[in-house]
């Protein structure tokens, strides 16, 4: 009896710590910013409210919704855009060409060596520290030290045609910020994509030729079609993910200064979570930020039950097998 | 249809000799099996045919052309892989059509061929479905199909029938065998199963380790072994093979083993004893008469160790001091376990190994 008991805490035992850090660092945060979403929390009345938290004396309101559906917020509609542009480009490297990319790595190389090296290439961004990949950056566009600039100017780029800012210009500044994350975010993909490749029976691949297909046909009829949940997959990962993040963004821009808005919003590259922060911990419109954030939270939860529907619980969690 | 000829051909993985010093010539329409353990090098020698592989070294001819450099998709063969590499996320109608999509033919063309070798191979009732939801069988009969509907030149066949039950794997022998000599395609069939082999083909390649043992028709195979691993690998219940001397007495040749002394017809003896006195004597199961009380002089005695019914006929196991023959006999032959008995080996029907080289000597 007693034993059978242990059997049953002891699991529970193991697991405390886990459970604990998952109610601490997520459950926790996410009810916070569901009730501060519907108050007006901010600098000016912190204290006041923080003596107050939830008793009836906080104010439930809709006012910090109204501001971003109703448009009272200038601001919401061009971050909008911009975290459009952001997830639907930056995606399509993390999942299109990614896969191109791990074709040519994992099938078209047929010198193992040479492809272990393209692989470790691209994984370089991945395993370096955020930010020290986020300086390397900074320094590589520097106008006046940096290393593009010379490399330009080497190819024989006249001077004149090269910005006087990199990180500020538009629509050199966009660019960038895709570059930045779809170069780091493009190993997700090719780890998924590379363990499938490797997956699928070189029968198949044979068979193909023999009946006749060439190399760029077998990697357009066979792989690719077989790779189909992983592409899903990668899609979905990282549409997810590409929404809620903002540390490269924030690493090389800065969230703000002076007004609060730091160079991000100059340049174009101010997407919605880093708009959020923004707001949060340079304009202290605690309130303000957690309603942005929900509407995040709110997308990304619909996202999973979507994907979930869409996979299935085993497709989810063993991206990298393929159906045969 | 065309003629394959290997010239000298090699392939080493790294350390691994798959296949060593290759000759094979496969004539036009002829359906030749390669036959050897696991590991032999078949599958390599049939994707060295197909493509795949390119040689280390030696050539591989079509007819006359050197086709060693050769992309697969030139070459217009079909195959059917061990696996049977179906195409997952195709019908089977599109993994039949698939070849010929490649090759760029009409859609009517293709409805037309797809449907005719469906038909053939009796699969016209599956073609919507996926190759997961066919069984083992149905699956053999697509790749088949697949293998067939471009009307290739070679067609090459890995141990297709290896993953079926025996009865359909009785039943899918004579089809396959009897869809090549129809098609009068030149056929190279690859099996460990010597039955499937020596059922199916018009001449039989044996390999061990990468090595040629053999190249002959069925009965030659069976009747002349070359060597020793021909002659234990083909035949079941295999061949008896005995250690032994060859020792003359008084002009007579005799072949002496620990366990017992038998004589060899006049003739035989002399011409092997001027090649080699060390032996391994070879008799086959039904080559040894079992007999019962006095018999001819030159006979073995010994006795009933274990009996097999099998059916058809007995599998009698007889001691002759430490040696275990194997002796198929009548099957209305009554024995015991323990009666002491007399086995007379067909002279004419014997086998004699060199023990050093393993080959056959007559
Ligand atoms: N791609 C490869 N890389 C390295 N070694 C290989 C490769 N393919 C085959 N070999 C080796 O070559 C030898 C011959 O293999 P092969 O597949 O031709 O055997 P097989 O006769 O078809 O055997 P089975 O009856 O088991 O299919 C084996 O020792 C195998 O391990
Ligand atoms: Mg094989």
């Known amino acids: 009896m007693a034993r059978s008991i242990g059997r049953r805490l002891l699991p529970l035992l193991f697991l405390a710590p886990m459970l604990l850090m998952i109610a601490l660092a997520w459950v926790s945060p996410l009810v916070l910013t569901v009730y501060l979403g519907f108050t007006d929390l901010s600098i000016k009345n912190f204290l006041a409210f923080v003596k107050d938290f939830f008793t009836d004396k906080v104010s439930i309101t809709l006012d910090n919704f109204r501001r971003i559906f109703y448009a009272e917020d200038p601001y919401v509609g061009e971050t909008l855009r911009v975290t459009v542009l952001y997830v639907v480009s930056v995606l399509s490297i993390n999942a299109i060409y990614a896969l191109a990319l791990s074709i040519a790595i994992a099938y078209f190389t047929k010198n193992e060596l040479l492809s272990m090296i393209l692989r470790v290439t691209w994984l370089l961004p991945r395993i370096t520290p955020g930010i020290i990949y986020a300086l390397m950056w900074i320094w590589f566009i520097d106008p006046k030290y940096g290393l593009l600039n010379e490399m330009l100017r080497l190819m024989g780029v006249p001077d004149s045609w090269l910005p006087d800012s990199w990180l500020l210009r538009k629509p050199y500044s966009q660019m960038l910020m895709i570059m930045i994350n779809g170069y780091v975010g493009a190993s997700f993909g090719m780890i998924v994509y590379t363990a499938a490749i490797k997956s699928i029976p070189p029968d198949l691949v044979n068979a193909a030729l023999v009946d006749g297909a060439s190399e760029f046909q077998v990697a357009r009829r066979i792989i690719i079609p077989l790779l189909k949940w992983p592409i899903l997959f990668v899609t979905a990962w990282q549409t997810l993910s590409l929404l809620s993040s903002y540390e490269y963004i924030l690493m090389v821009w800065g969230a703000g200064s002076g007004q609060g808005y730091g160079i991000a919003r100059s340049a174009g590259v101010m997407v919605w979570s880093l708009y959020s922060y923004t707001k949060a911990f340079a304009e202290h419109l605690y309130g303000y930020a957690s309603a942005l954030s929900l509407i995040l939270v709110a997308i990304g939860l619909a996202l999973i039950i979507l994907y979930f529907k869409i996979f299935g619980f085993r497709r989810l969690m063993e991206p990298s097998r393929v159906e045969v | ?14 350390k691994v000799k798959a296949v060593v010093d290759l000759n094979l010539e496969i ?4 359906f030749v099996a390669l036959l050897g353990p696991s590991g032999c090098g078949k599958t390599t020698t049939l994707l060295m045919v197909a493509g795949i592989y390119k040689p280390t070294r030696g050539r591989i001819l079509f007819d006359d052309e050197d086709v060693t450099d050769l992309p697969p998709k030139d070459r217009n063969i079909g195959m059917v892989f061990q696996s049977y590499a179906l195409y997952p996320h195709m019908t089977v109608y599109d993994n039949i059509a698939f070849p010929l999509k490649l090759k760029k033919v009409p859609r009517q063309e293709i409805d037309r061929k797809v449907k005719e070798v469906a038909k053939l191979l009796q699969i016209d009732e599956l073609l919507d479905r996926k190759p997961a939801q066919l069984s083992g069988g149905q699956r053999q009969r697509v790749a088949l199909g697949r293998a067939l509907v471009k009307e290739p030149d070679v067609l090459l066949l890995d141990e297709p029938l290896s993953n079926l039950d025996a ?48 190249y002959a028709d069925p009965q030659t195979l069976y009747n002349k072994p070359a060597n020793l691993f021909v002659a234990g690998f083909i035949g079941s ?52 008469k079992i007999v019962l009380g006095d018999g001819d002089d030159n006979v073995i005695s010994g006795t009933v160790y274990v009996v097999e019914p099998l059916g058809r006929d007995l599998l009698v196991n007889v001691k002759v001091g430490e040696t275990l023959f194997k002796i198929l006999a009548p099957a209305d032959l009554k024995l015991e376990p323990g009666q002491s008995i007399l086995l007379a080996p067909n002279e004419k029907r014997i086998h004699l190994f060199d023990r050093k080289t393993g080959r056959a000597v007559i």
């Open chain 2, 27 to 30: 004539r036009d329409g002829e």
């Open chain 2, 237 to 288: 219940p295999p061949m008896n093979l005995v250690e032994g001397n060859i020792v003359e007495e008084n002009g007579t040749y005799y072949f002496v083993s620990s366990s017992f002394k038998y004589r060899l017809p006049s003739g035989v003896g002399e011409l092997i004893a001027s090649e080699t006195s060390s032996v391994i004597l070879g008799v086959r199961p039904e080559d040894i």
């Open chain 2, 1 to 14: 249809m065309v003629r394959v000829t290997l010239d000298n051909v090699s392939k080493f993985f790294g």
């Open chain 2, 167 to 214: 009865k359909l794997r009785i039943l899918m022998r004579a089809e396959i065998k009897r869809l090549q000599k129809e098609l009068g395609i030149t056929t190279i069939y690859v099996t460990h199963d010597q039955v499937e082999a020596m059922s199916m083909a018009d001449k039989i390649a044996v390999m061990n380790k990468g090595r040629l043992q053999q």
